[in-house]
């Protein structure tokens, strides 16, 4: 399986904000698939991770929320985190967000990586 990072960064989280990562996603000629890698090391007790994973239902359409879970917490656990797939088909638009919840803004690091096999 093919896989390759299409966009990454930091993410310095305010607390309580939905953060969008990259600019957003359009489905290539033939459809793709994209996860979100998360590295959210920098937690500390009583702070979470959420990630929010979002889509049209169909072109042209409103982008309405597929899937969203805490993927790490400041006490224990593991802070590297693979999203769920996100599966574009062609000119469907879709996006990853994450959103810090207690404690003091954190930096996260983050990639968006485009998985086909």
């Not at 985190?81 to 879709?94: F, K, M, T, V």
């Amino acid at each position: 399986m093919a896989a390759s990072v299409i966009a990454s960064g930091t993410q310095t989280c305010t607390v309580d904000t939905t953060h969008l990562l990259g600019s957003g996603l359009t489905g290539p000629s033939g459809g793709a698939h994209y996860a979100l890698l998360t590295d959210a090391n920098a937690l500390v007790g009583g702070e979470q991770l959420t990630v929010i994973i979002s889509r049209e239902a169909f072109a042209a359409g409103t982008q309405r929320v597929l899937w969203r879970g805490v993927v790490a917490s400041g006490i224990g656990g593991t802070r590297v985190q693979d999203s769920p797939i996100l599966r574009l088909p062609e000119g469907i638009d879709g996006k990853f967000e994450i959103l810090q919840q207690g404690g003091t803004g954190r930096a996260i690091l983050w990639s968006i990586e485009r998985v086909d096999g």
